[in-house]
């Protein structure tokens, strides 16, 4: 037998061997369509086939929806606090159209007066934090290099830019290090990146940044708060969108609690292993990110690039830190909340809940910046939030973190990929694999890694699959 041959009667068997192993299971129940993962994606993509007469059933893994939108409990202070997505913006049109749909309400971030920074000691606010001219006309001249570079990078095919190959062999880094003059100007940016990807520009390929940038609008759209992508957030926290979905789908299309193991098709069907049963669908949708789905064994198995992508794809993990005070104190001093450190806390904003009934800050910190010692950290956290805000901020009633690199069915919440994966496998990001369809954020051509991004990929998916029944 000659070796491809061989291999090809390998994968048969192995493909048969388990649809007999599924089979021979008791089988749960029949569907059209099958959606892996209750995130925003596959709620989305579920609402959409509901909407068109096919029969559904989610499978989620974890015991709640949402994925990774998440209202975290409050213990004493009954705040919403977002453990996850929380910001939209106002070019998002389906995020803005769905809450409006589903009757939830937004309130503009909290963005009025000063910012503050402490940097080796010093505290500085408002305009004693404003870049000297040189550095400024040095930033601007390269975001508008950025962005001219963004708009040739075709959103439905990225790696066919022209300049993709040698733009996907380097990393963002280097090209910034080769490209900005003055190093104000160099931090600025490497903050902005770190912002958007929570990676050193270091680790990120320079055509997925510009791929990134192009899918959201601009630069400046991803970095912000007014006309950008901070400028919303919601009244009852974002997974408050992911609940009321799942709440009009009804229970009895949901399954929560089971992580998909083993997913088996053939000529007619595909098979889902539960635990209690194997479930029977025409077609299924898997909603989530490509490291997320490489934990699910496919048979016949996936495409070597399809693969390749999914044991490539680059995770950031984050981790959030919430500290809430009876009132935003810092407002009564001309503050706004936001403030940028060199103490290990990168970022603050003023998270306070729409209603002003307490203060909430949010502190975004950089991997290994803070001790691993939760009490010192949390006394590392206050103190800095001392040294900017005064006194006041000694006192918080509460103190939440949020750390995603605990969660066992989230791998990353952000993707900085890597250099040379885009072009070598990105092409199987949307493509299905015969009745295997693909959602997710990372699936999205418009607002990909958002939660409009994640909308937008399970429309389309469920798209895609009522072409097929
Ligand atoms: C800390 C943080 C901050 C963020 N900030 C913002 C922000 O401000 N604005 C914004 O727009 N976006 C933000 N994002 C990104 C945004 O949350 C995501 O883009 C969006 O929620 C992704 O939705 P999704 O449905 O594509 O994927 P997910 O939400 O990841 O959903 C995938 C689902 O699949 C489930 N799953 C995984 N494996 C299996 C399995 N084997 N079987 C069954 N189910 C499985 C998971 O439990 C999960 O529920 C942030 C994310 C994080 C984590």
Known sequence: MKRRTFIKAAAAATASLSLTHLSACKLSSKVDV??????????????????????????????????????????TSG???????????????????????????????????????????????????????????????????INEMAVTVPLQAPWDAVNANSWDAQYLGDWLDANVQMQGARDELEAGVASILDAPSSQISLLWFLFYVRSAGSYQILQSVEGGAQQYRFVEGAQQISIRMAQELGKRRIILGEPVQQVASNQKHVYIQLNSGVVEAKQVIVAMMPADAEKITFSPPLPQARSSLQKNWATSSGFKIHIVYPSAFWRAAGLSGQATTDTGVSSVFDNSPASGTSGILIVFAEAGQLPNDKVQ?????????????????????????????????????????????????????????????????????????????????????????????
């Not at 070598?424 to 954020?441: C, E, K, P, Q």
């Open 79 to 145: 705040a919403i606090i977002d453990g996850g997505g929380q910001w939209i913006g106002p070019t998002q049109s389906e995020i803005l159209a769905l809450a409006q749909e589903l009757e939830i309400n937004i309130f503009d971030t909290w963005n009025e007066d000063e910012a503050v920074g402490l940097f080796e000691g010093q505290r500085l606010v408002g305009a004693e934090l404003d870049s000297d001219p040189e550095t400024v006309e040095d930033l601007e001249r390269v975001i508008t290099l």
């Open 377 to 469: 950290r949390m006394q590392q956290v206050v103190g800095t939030l001392v040294q900017l805000f005064g006194n006041e901020a000694a006192t918080p009633v509460e103190y939440i973190e949020m750390d995603w690199a605990k969660e066992t069915f989230t791998e990353g919440c952000e993707s900085p990929l890597s250099i040379n994966v885009l072009t070598r496998y990105g092409h199987t990001l949307r493509l299905s694999t015969g009745r295997v369809h693909w959602a997710g954020t990372e699936a999205a051509l418009v607002w990909n890694g958002y939660m409009e991004g994640a909308i937008r990929a399970g429309k389309q998916a469920a798209t895609n699959v009522i072409a097929e029944l």
């Open 34 to 75: 099958v959606v892996i993962g209750a995130g925003l994606s596959g709620l989305s993509a579920a609402r959409e086939l509901v909407k068109n007469d096919v029969s559904v059933l989610i499978v989620e893994a974890r015991s709640r929806v949402g994925g990774r939108t998440y209202n975290q409990p409050a213990n």
